[in-house]
């Protein structure tokens, strides 16, 4: 080659790098390549909602914010919301640009929320309660003052705001990247260099909302961080201006900042003053977008800056310089930066120096804790509870849920009755309603009542809760969340479970002839069999609703002066008028009444029936003491009968923990030491005496036995003195509840067919033991304990159709006063099978939930179609809506009567239950006092062919044995309470509600 030649070579290579560089420059400074390809990319990376579930979107899968939002644990949510009714009504569905994109790993590009939250929307989609986190920020970019965007460009990404560079992308600062680079290749070879940072303001924020734990673990993690962000950054187009705006203000709002006790996690700058240095926010931006001021003001302008500067340094490692072993060094280097800004002509002189002169002071967490306000009305935080516990997540995570709820309730009414119920704790309000006198309340004693209150609407698709609110300041929701004595509320179900048994008995015996009824044997304590054979034979009108009326009709003694042996031990009852005491009343006259003895000796009957209605029954065969088919039927009863009885224990404890279990068992105890004793030495067998003792303690309250009694007790009740039927007689359990609460306590996995297997002996024992007792009174009143056991077993699966909310009843008669408890909540769904004709409908509180709204991951759940059970014959449904509207019109609730009628004047069928329930311990033994826990007065009503619901007035605690009023109060509320329900209850009404 000629030396011409090779210069003419060199010159062109030359020229040919320097177009290379120099086009290198070109794209570095102003990415007019990247902004080319990404906004390509953008383009195809798109997604649109559809109705029902989505078969294309992938849901992240960590990252701290993705976790926050709730997105990530939308897989889990769908599958907890199905298990509860609610599917997919409308998600989001990626392209397939968007599929592969986020397969490969990156994060999906859409526009950010900063600030979000849950919402609780009522029936009319007006707010019930909002949460929002952050709690503090700049709403836009315009707020922002210009010293805030300064300081953190020149902190972190210098020249994000460059206008000369329209479609820069912000995502990566070559230059520093390249440093960085440079720096870590440096370090690797032994080579101390100095490596700075070479993340932009657009790659911390994809590092801190969606890497694993907002951390880069390697250089594959910055990759990703960095793609993402410029393919997030040109979503809107080639030019990134309003984005790179976004992106500092999205920095500011959002950026980590540690947690705080009290608090919780704290993120963004608006969060970050207030809760490390007490600071309004409000102010310290006042502070920072005004001009320098003189004094005092300046002093101030110093403090804030410096408050700013230090949080935007303590992001590097927030944890450390937040707390007391980074202060200081966190204090030295906020002085530096302020030296610099001044240096660098981004403030005077003088704010510099005010700002060196104010030290960083710091809130004292624990004399000063970060609370955030809380007006949370009632019906929210039931929402909210339920929500919870159907998503499995804490009210704290909920709250930071991108979710919105729509809800039932009607709003307005919500307030309007809680702001009423309030109120009622003035002397002025309670005189001008009724509420002192006789039985009633007094002046005194008002500020101890609380009030509960329940409204449901029965719609064609369920029942819907419009009102749910209690006056009690605790986030205890007392119509769902508390287990009351209600006292004569219970005589509603006692009722109902009659008047079903009636319409079983039609069913059986009503296609037969009159000389085949005569000849039905029918057992002699079998008195609701007998009276049925008798009517049906006699009856010109043999139809189901006759029969319920002639049941209805039927008479009981209403005297207290017969002793009833029940619960194990011979009780007696009284009325709560002693005038009621020498009537016969009918049963209908009863429930009016609330007449206590005839619904015990209608309670009996129910038993009685349950025990005998089994032709060959172990009722009946004990009977004949000689009877040779006797051990033979023992046994195959007790195999098949044990499981049956095992299999409801079963379903009572399988899936909790052992704590739990031995929970829920001794809470259905009636406590007195000697039970307690037989329970604890069985299920704790190694257990010491001091141990037995703390037991007592723990489980009798003010009224465990003194030491030498804890001694005796101990011994009498080692494991060796009882078989494990005389324990559970002891105890007054079921035995094979007592053993397969100490089996599941040891094996807490076992399956059911490990447990029958297990139980084999025990189901034998517990039948046989019925016959080894030596007399045989005793042995007839053991035998008569257990079938009562038996026989509440069955009337518990009775009440539990009918929506009864515990796993048990209370083995008495005293049940049909009220002495196994109910919830309100649960009172009012009876109710609502009573006014659906007999169907228990679903009731719903959550109309829909929507997660994500305007996000790629944007699910809307919807309630599934579920119908209605029959829970109900019609026939009884209809005579128990009848029965309780004459309690209305000339009973307990006679005051009511009249008082609801319509905007036409038409008036409303009103009917409903009253009851007063005391829960008490008793302190001593045989003539000992109770002291009470608390007193109830409840109204279970129905409102019109639609509404129903209950209202409930108590006093907790000691206190409440001063007390004396009854369901007086609750219904004369319900009076004065019309003006406020009735233009929800009218067909019309606007401000009913519009689901």
Known sequence: MTPQRRRLLVGVIAAGLLAGALLVSEEVQHSRLQAGYFSGLAASLAYRVQDGASAA??????????????????????????????????????????????????????REKSHAGLDVADCRDQTLYRF??????????????ERVAQALMFIENRDLLDASRPKMNPAVDWVRFTRAVLGQLGNLVGVDADAPGGSTLATQIEKYRHSPDGVTYDAGEKLRQMISASTRAYLDGEETLPVRRRILLDYLNTVPLSAAAGF??????????????????????????????????????????????????????????????????????????????????????????????????????????????????????????????????????????????????????????????DRLAEPEVARSIGLFGERMLTPAGLAEVRYSFTLVESTPDGNRVRVQTDTTDQPLDINEGSKLELGSTAKLRTLATYLEIVAELHQKLSDKSAAELRRTAVDPHDRLSAWAVEYLAGATDRRLPAMLQAALERRYSASPGESFFTGGGLHSFNNFRREDDGQV???????????????????????????????????????????????????????????????????????????????????????????????????????????????????????????????????????????????????????????????????PDADWGTTVEASSDERQAVYR????????????????????????????????????????LVPSLATALGSSGDRPAALAELMGIIVNDGMLQPTQRIEHLDFATGTPYETRFGRAPAPGRRAMAPEVATALRNALSEVVEGGTARRLSGAFKLADGTPLTLGGKTGTGDNRIVIGRHNGRGVALNRTAT?????????????????????????????????????SMGPLLLPSLEADSPTRCTN
């Open 585 to 747: 009343p009918t049963v209908r006259e009863a429930l009016q009444g609330s007449i206590n003895l005839v619904f015990i000796r209608l309670m009996r009957d129910i038993v009685r029936y349950t025990m005998y209605k089994v032709p060959g029954s172990t009722a009946q065969l004990l009977k004949d003491g000689e009877d040779p088919r006797r051990l033979e039927y023992l046994s195959r009863f007790a195999d098949r009968e044990g499981q049956v009885f095992l299999r409801r224990f079963w379903h009572k404890y399988h899936g909790k923990k052992p704590e739990e279990i031995r929970d829920v068992f001794l809470d259905g105890l009636r406590p007195n030491a000697d039970r307690l004793a037989a329970v604890f030495r069985y299920l704790s067998p190694q257990a010491t005496a001091a141990q037995l003792a703390a037991f007592l303690d723990q489980r009798l309250p003010g009224d465990a036995p003194d030491a030498a009694r804890v001694a005796r007790l101990y011994e009498r009740n080692a494991p060796e003195a009882y078989d494990l039927p005389d324990r559970g007689y002891v105890a007054r359990v079921h035995p094979l509840e007592l053993w397969l609460v100490g089996y599941l306590s040891a094996h």
């Open 939 to 975: 109204f279970v009503f129905y409102l019109g062919p639609r509404h129903f619901g209950t209202l409930t007035a108590y006093v907790i605690g000691p206190g409440a044995a001063s007390y004396r009023f009854t369901s007086a109060v609750p219904v004369q509320i319900l009076k």
């Open 132 to 145: 929002r986190y952050p709690y503090r920020g700049y709403a836009d970019f315009p707020a922002v003052p």
């Open 57 to 110: 979107i992938r849901f992240p899968a960590d990252g701290p914010f993705d976790e926050r939002m709730g997105y990530t644990r939308l897989p889990r949510i769908t599958e907890r919301l199905a298990t509860r009714g609610y599917v997919p009504a409308r998600q989001a569905s990626f392209s397939p640009g968007l599929m592969a994109y986020t397969g490969s790993g990156y994060f999906a590009p859409y």
């Open 264 to 421: 919780g996690e704290v993120n963004g700058l608006g969060d970050g003053l207030w809760v490390w240095f007490a600071a309004d926010f409000d102010r310290v931006n006042a502070l920072l977008a005004a001009p320098d001021g003189e004094g005092e003001t300046l002093a101030e302008q110093g403090g804030a800056l410096k408050q700013v500067i230090a949080l935007m340094i303590a992001h590097r490692r927030p944890s450390y310089y937040l707390s007391a072993a980074g202060r200081d060094n966190l204090e030295q280097q906020t002085q530096s930066y302020a030296r610099l800004f001044a240096e660098h002509g981004l403030i005077s002189p003088a704010l510099r120096d005010a700002a060196l002169a104010r030290p960083l002071q710091f809130r004292d967490l624990k004399a000063n804790p970060p609370l955030l306000p809380a007006d949370i009305g009632k019906g929210a935080t039931a929402i909210r509870n339920r929500l919870a516990g159907m998503l499995g997540t804490s009210l704290y995570e909920l709250d930071r849920f991108d979710a919105r709820v729509s809800t039932t309730l009607n709003g307005t009414l919500q307030q309007q009755v809680s702001d009423f119920l």
């Open 769 to 808: 033991w019925l016959f080894r007792t030596r007399f045989k009174g005793a042995q007839d009143s053991r035998i008569y304990t257990m079938l009562e056991v038996e026989a509440f077993l069955d009337i518990h699966r009775r009440w539990a159709n009918l929506a009864y909310p515990f796993g048990h």
